[in-house]
T-cell receptor
Framework: DGGITQSPKYLFRKEGQNVTLSCEQN?????MYWYRQDPGQGLRLIYY???????QKGDIAEGYSVSREKKESFPLTVTSAQKNPTAFYLC????????????FGPGTRLTVL | RKEVEQDPGPFNVPEGATVAFNCTYSNSASQSFFWYRQDCRKEPKLLMSVYSSGNEDGRFTAQLNRASQYISLLIRDSKLSDSATYLCVSSTSGTYKYIFGTGTRLKVLA
């Protein structure tokens, strides 16, 4: 089955800790994205990557970091510098070009204790 | 003004009804549009893509009006299982950006 997987599904973090969210896709998509969703708000773009070893900041990149060492993988690290990290994090992928549909993973719900 | 705007609802409709949602966009350079369905605490799932004037898939019809800068989603013969939040998305060629609306909640009532 082709698709996007994210892990873990739920994550609890203490203040001051860094955590890494996993995202893997086997759709052979070029582009991968990370979004954050808060209640009552639309999806906001954190980072995106068009190609291996290249990534760009989105609208709310502060306090986050990413890497793209393999085409299939795009992990997101939520650092202690992120002031309000509790949210639903969604990873997506697409063929490059915004006329192409994005497909989403099941998401990771992060809660800071 | 938000780049993509949707009425948050909720739209409460009886089973079997026809319901329509509108979504307006402000960037005239937007070229591609998508409707996604999102169930509570789940990921968005692609419902339809809208590239030209419109698209139809079974009970669902999407239409694009470039002159007035809106897209619509029509659901005929609503089912209980159609209850969800419907997200409108626009994108612009040559950019990385997909712009998401905040969604319209639909509740189909028995």
């Amino acid at each position: 089955d082709g698709g996007i997987t994210q892990s873990p599904k739920y994550l609890f973090r203490k203040e001051g800790q860094n955590v890494t969210l996993s995202c893997e896709q086997n759709l052979n998509h070029d582009a991968m994205y990370w979004y954050r969703q808060d209640p009552g708000q639309g999806l906001r773009l954190i980072y995106y990557s068009q190609i291996v070893n290249d990534f760009q900041k989105g609208d709310i990149a502060e306090g986050y970091s990413v890497s793209r060492e393999k085409k299939e993988s795009f992990p997101l690290t939520v650092t202690s510098a992120q002031k309000n990290p509790t949210a639903f994090y969604l990873c997506a992928s697409s063929m490059w070009g915004t006329y192409n549909e994005q497909f989403f993973g099941p998401g990771t719900r992060l809660t800071v204790l | 003004r938000k780049e993509v705007e949707q009425d948050p609802g909720p739209f409460n409709v009886p089973e079997g009804a026809t319901v329509a949602f509108n979504c307006t966009y402000s960037n005239s350079a937007s070229q591609s549009f998508f409707w996604y369905r999102q169930d509570c605490r789940k990921e968005p799932k692609l419902l339809m893509s809208v590239y030209s004037s419109g698209n139809e898939d079974g009970r669902f019809t999407a239409q694009l009006n470039r002159a007035s800068q809106y897209i619509s989603l029509l659901i005929r013969d609503s089912k209980l299982s159609d209850s969800a939040t419907y997200l409108c998305v626009s994108s612009t060629s040559g950019t990385y950006k997909y712009i998401f609306g905040t969604g319209t909640r639909l509740k189909v009532l028995a």
